[in-house]
């Protein structure tokens, strides 16, 4: 099994920035994509911003040039560093991980439990 675990949330100012990380642990043989999810309340959760095993980089466009996605393979850990926070950014964020848990290249995703952000104006 794979657990996922993401922290770094709070209430900060508009302008201001927070960090997010999440780690996976358990049954891990490689992690191909990490993703970062928000839910606005009584909508749909929708990709903020995603990057592959190799590097790549993914963004919704009103988070673009604000946020920014890294991860580090040796923990298993990814990050979104917000910068320039607006109210409209208010919401929980998830993390998703697609998991190889033994090297046979079948992969499962997991989700953490998520993390709140709110911004004030």
């Known amino acids: 099994q794979v657990q996922v675990v993401e922290s770094g949330g709070g209430l900060v100012q508009a302008g201001g920035s927070l960090r997010l990380s999440c780690a996976a642990s358990?049954?891990?043989?490689?992690?191909?994509?990490m993703e970062w999810y928000r839910q606005f309340s009584g909508k749909q959760r929708e990709l903020v911003a995603a990057?592959?095993?190799?590097?790549?980089?993914n963004y919704v466009d009103s988070v673009k040039g604000r946020f920014t996605i890294s991860r580090d393979n040796a923990k298993n850990t990814v990050y979104l560093q917000m910068n320039n926070l607006k109210p409209d950014d208010t919401g929980s964020y998830y993390c998703?991980?697609?998991?190889?848990?033994?090297?046979?290249?079948?992969?499962?995703?997991?989700w953490g439990q998520g993390t709140q952000v709110t911004v004030s104006p």
């Open positions: 998703r991980m697609v998991v190889d848990g033994d090297g046979r290249g079948y992969y499962y995703q997991y």
């Open positions: 990057i592959t095993n190799g590097g790549r980089t």
């Open positions: 358990g049954r891990i043989f490689s992690i191909n994509a």
